[in-house]
C-alpha cells in the first residue's frame, strides 16, 4: 500500500523553527517529485516546496522562500521541510505528497498521493 | 504571477444533474493543469491531470476539457458522494491551485 505519513508538527512561537518529516512506504521514492502543500483549516491548498527525485530541482513559494527548506533522503525513503523564523500565517496543516509522474527530472507534476498532514500551530 | 480563478465557488445541484466548473489561467499554461476532489474531512484526491487524462480509478462520470486559459471539470451525473470541494491546479511552472468550488447536493 502506498503511503506517506507525516510528523513533526506541534506549537511553536513565532520565530522559532520546527522540521517536519515525511515517511514514504508503498512506491519507489528516488523515482518521483515530492512536495509540501498546506491548508489552514477550513481554507484552500497552497504548494510550499517541492523537490525532484534527484533533489538536483527544488521549488518555494513566495511565501516561504527563504526561510523553509526542502531536502530528502532516498536511502531512508524521507522527505523533509526545515521551517525556520515561523509566523503566525504559517499555521496549517501540511501535507507531504507525491508527485504523479515516473522519473520526472524536476518537481512541476499533479500530485497523487497525500498523507493525512501534520498540523503546525505558530502561536505565542 | 499566473493567478488560477475557479467559478463558482459554490454550487448546489440535484441527483442526476450535469456540473460544470470552470478554471481559469491569468496567463496560458498549455494543458498543464490538474483536477482534485476533497471529501469533508479527506484530503485531497486527484482525478484530472493534463487537463482532460482521468487518474486510474476515477470514475467516468468526471472529465476535463481546455488548453491555455480557459479549463473545464465535468460532473456528467452528479452522485451524492461528489459532495465535496473541488479544486484545480496549474503546474507548468510556479504551482498554483485555484480557490475552490464546494458542490454541494440540492
Known amino acids: 500500500e502506498v503511503q506517506l505519513v507525516e510528523s513533526g508538527g506541534g506549537l511553536v512561537q513565532p520565530g522559532r523553527s520546527l522540521r517536519l518529516s515525511c515517511a514514504a512506504s508503498?512506491?519507489?521514492?528516488?523515482?518521483?517529485?515530492m512536495h509540501w502543500v498546506r491548508q489552514v483549516p477550513g481554507e484552500g491548498l497552497e504548494w510550499v516546496s517541492g523537490?525532484?527525485?534527484?533533489?538536483?530541482?527544488?521549488g518555494y513559494a513566495d511565501s516561504v522562500k527563504g526561510r523553509f527548506t526542502i531536502s530528502r533522503d532516498n536511502a531512508k525513503n524521507s522527505l523533509y521541510v526545515q521551517m525556520n523564523s515561523l509566523r503566525a500565517e504559517d499555521t496549517a496543516l501540511y501535507y507531504c505528497?507525491?508527485?504523479?509522474?515516473?522519473?520526472?527530472?524536476?518537481?512541476?507534476?499533479?500530485?497523487?498521493?497525500w498523507g493525512q498532514g501534520t498540523m503546525v500551530t505558530v502561536s505565542s | 504571477d499566473i493567478q488560477m480563478t475557479q467559478s463558482p465557488s459554490s454550487l448546489s445541484a440535484s441527483v442526476g444533474d450535469r456540473v460544470t466548473i470552470t478554471c481559469r489561467a491569468s496567463?496560458?499554461?498549455?494543458?498543464?493543469l490538474a483536477w482534485y476532489q476533497q471529501k469533508p474531512g479527506k484530503v485531497p484526491k486527484l482525478l484530472i491531470y493534463?487537463?482532460?487524462t482521468l487518474q486510474s480509478g476515477v470514475p467516468s462520470r468526471f472529465s476535463g476539457s481546455g488548453s491555455g486559459t480557459d479549463f473545464t471539470l465535468t460532473i456528467s451525473s452528479l452522485q451524492p458522494e461528489d459532495v465535496a470541494t473541488y479544486y484545480c491546479?496549474?503546474?507548468?511552472?510556479?504551482?498554483?491551485f485555484g480557490g475552490g468550488t464546494k458542490v454541494e447536493i440540492k
Open positions: 505528497v507525491k508527485g504523479n509522474h515516473y522519473d520526472n527530472t524536476g518537481y512541476l507534476d499533479a500530485f497523487d498521493i
Open positions: 508503498g512506491f519507489t521514492f528516488d523515482d518521483y517529485a
Open positions: 493534463a487537463a482532460s
Open positions: 523537490i525532484s527525485w534527484s533533489s538536483s530541482n527544488i
Open positions: 496567463q496560458g499554461i498549455s494543458n498543464y
Open positions: 491546479q496549474k503546474y507548468n511552472s510556479a504551482l498554483t
